[in-house]
């Protein structure tokens, strides 16, 4: 099962110079496809406890849209492997005017990520 959200990154979401999105939003999207993926497995939200791997590979910028999807690829008792990857959809074009986008034909990879999130035992309602 793959879970998506989509969200266009706001001013508020901009950190550093030139409109640039600090990493950590796109952390807290693959944090909120996490709890879906729990929820529909386990019946629970779970919580996440670790990365193993983040890989950031392009800037996303105030104005961009990100679609983030992930998935389960291990469970165990009470541990569920994860892997995730967010694409920049839509990108601001500046240089045209200050509310121009393109539409990109081909998704950006703007991150790459895996980790492992947890349900305890007394909380699972499904079996994964």
């Not at 944090?31 to 729990?38: F, H, Q, S, Y």
């Not at 983040?54 to 992930?70: K, N, T």
């Amino acid at each position: 099962m793959i879970c998506t959200i989509r969200v266009r990154m706001s001013a508020h979401d901009a950190h550093y110079g030139g409109n640039l999105v600090d990493g950590a939003r796109i952390l807290a999207m693959f944090g909120d496809v996490a709890t879906e993926l729990l929820i529909r497995s386990d019946g629970d939200e779970g919580l996440f406890r670790a990365y193993d791997m983040v890989e950031f590979l392009a800037p996303v910028y105030a104005g961009d849209y990100i679609e983030a999807a992930g998935e389960i690829v291990e469970s165990g008792n009470t541990s569920r492997k994860m892997v995730f990857e967010a694409r920049k959809v839509i990108t601001t074009r500046p240089e045209i005017n200050d509310s121009a986008c393109d539409v990109l034909e081909t998704p950006v990879t703007v991150c790459n990520a895996s980790g492992t999130c947890i349900v305890l035992k007394e909380r699972q309602r499904m079996q994964p």
